[in-house]
């Protein structure tokens, strides 16, 4: 159990072994099947998720009924409604799970114990932030700027396992474009031969 967090912690984080035990007996562990709310629209973000195995996704739904993915979480990725978690607001967004999932759930208390506990977990926690605030950034730009067939190859690059794993609406909703445009963009790139 918890053993890809472990390892996570470990390797990416560079957790000094003797706080490794403790932050990983800090957290729970839980399993999502295929379709099952981690979060639904209006409640308070308890927990911001470690994807143990598995995929989940972040989206909101428009007034008019479209869904509006805005992240995917495969494993050894993090996903959560910062606004709900920080602020204790209730949550404009939904998660879900894409595939049956196994989830780290790591709480407010877990963050602030493990930054005091290990500096080396506070330098990368505020890595992964800073990280996390840098892919907004280019996505809000990509969004805005980028045709469609940018914005895919930008999706591939991010997610290189994920066209595979994910039906084709839901690329298009991330990419924020419609599934026959996405169609039009990976038949053009399979006509130039285009190897990711």
């Known amino acids: 159990m918890k053993e890809a967090f472990y390892q996570y912690l470990s390797e990416k984080a560079m957790v000094h072994p003797e706080h490794l035990s403790a932050l990983v007996d800090a957290v729970t562990e839980r399993e999502f ?25 972040l989206y909101s739904i428009s007034e008019e009924g479209v869904e509006h ?11 959560s409604e910062r606004s709900s978690v920080y602020f204790h607001q209730a949550s404009m967004l939904f998660i879900d799970a894409i595939e049956d999932s196994k989830v780290v759930l790591l709480d407010r208390d877990f963050i ?10 506070r330098t990368y926690n505020e890595y992964i932030l800073q990280n996390h605030i ?9 969004l805005i700027g980028s045709d469609a067939r940018n914005r895919y190859l ?5 997610y290189p396992d ?7 609406w839901m690329i298009a909703s991330y990419l924020g474009i419609t599934p026959e445009s996405l169609s039009r963009v990976r038949k053009e790139l399979a006509r130039q031969n285009y190897q990711p």
Do not use: Y
Request: charged share 20%; aromatic share 10%; hydrophobic share 45%.
């Open 162 to 168: 994920l066209s595979l794993r994910v039906p084709q």
């Open 154 to 158: 930008d999706f591939i690059r991010l």
């Open 69 to 79: 993915i805005l992240q995917f979480a495969p494993e050894n990725w993090f996903i």
């Open 112 to 121: 602030e114990m493990a930054t005091a506990l290990s500096p080396e977990f």
């Open 33 to 57: 099947k295929k379709s099952e709310m981690l979060l639904r629209l209006g409640q308070v973000c308890e927990h911001t998720f470690f994807i143990e195995q598995g995929l989940t996704r």
């Open 134 to 142: 840098r892919h907004l950034q280019n996505r809000i730009h990509l």
